[in-house]
């Protein structure tokens, strides 16, 4: 079987992209889908950075600028799930070729069940090429107009490279307006909704300690809502009684109150 390979695209900068990218792909990771996500923001890299990355040193920088090969850019990352991070610095971002993303994802596909895109904000070089080298292009859109606007530039820039939108992520969902706004942003977009998640005050605290959400709090709402997508994506059932209760420690407590949330 070949990879399904997503980006996650939004237009709209600071949609939650970053965040469903990583989540989304632990989950499937835990699902026991061999699953790599890559961060094609190679100007704001910021995937690494919720896993405490930074300081690989070598990067898809390094291999988009043709002083590296890609295996060497794979990390280990949370329950098995491999991350190709970018680096930080200006000089790597100069040099990199955003072009060969697309050898990148020929050599990267191989024996994994899932690539996920990180893909940056926007609709420059660096951002068309994550969405023309996608199967499948999924919208991370938060309940406001110019998170809706930006994205249905996104779908129909997607379309014009001739690949398609399999769906949106409604992210920061007011829950008490749930279905008007599921219905709202299917219309408005012309897709479906795959999954809303909700505000969560744990996505925040959880990046905070470099441990994906649906890990560090599982039975969070918006852990949840992802490990549904994931399942979703997977073509199985989602089964919310086999997500493990974790205890909560001295860390977690002492987040909590910084942090805040429940
Ligand atoms: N469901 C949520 N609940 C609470 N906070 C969230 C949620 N989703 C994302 N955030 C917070 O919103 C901010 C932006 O998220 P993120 O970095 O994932 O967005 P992005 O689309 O990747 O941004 P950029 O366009 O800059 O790459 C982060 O501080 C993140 O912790
Ligand atoms: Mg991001």
Do not use: C, W
Request: charged letters at 25%.
């Amino acid at each position: 079987m070949t990879a399904h390979v997503y980006t996650i695209a939004s237009g709209k900068g600071g949609t939650g992209k970053t965040t469903a990218t990583l989540n989304l792909g632990t989950a499937l990771a835990l699902l026991g889908k061999k699953t790599v996500v890559l961060d094609a923001d190679i100007g704001m890299a910021n995937l690494g950075l919720l896993l405490g990355l930074e300081k690989s040193k070598i990067t898809l920088h390094d291999v988009l600028s043709g002083t590296a090969q890609i295996k060497d850019a794979i990390y280990e990352g949370p329950g098995g799930l491999k991350v190709v991070p970018s680096g930080l610095s200006l000089k790597g971002f100069q040099n990199s070729n955003p072009e060969k993303l697309k050898e990148v994802m020929t050599a990267i596909v191989e024996g994994m069940d899932f690539v996920l895109i990180d893909a940056p904000a926007g609709i420059s070089k660096d951002g068309v090429i994550p969405l023309a080298v996608a199967d499948k292009v999924i919208l991370v859109v938060n309940p406001e107009l110019a998170s809706m606007a930006d994205a249905l530039k996104t779908k129909a820039l997607t379309e014009m490279l001739g690949r398609s939108v399999e769906g949106v992520i409604l992210n920061r969902a007011e829950l008490e307006k749930t279905e008007i706004n599921r219905n709202k942003v299917s219309e408005l977009l012309g897709v479906k909704v795959l999954e809303m998640i909700p505000e969560d005050a744990n996505v925040r605290r959880s990046a905070a300690f470099k441990v994906p959400i649906v890990i560090r709090a599982p039975k969070s709402p918006a852990a949840i809502a992802f490990r549904r997508l994931a399942a979703l994506l997977a073509g199985e059932t989602f089964k919310e009684s086999s997500i493990k209760e974790e205890k909560e420690g001295f860390v977690d407590r002492l987040a909590r109150s910084v942090f805040g949330g429940k």
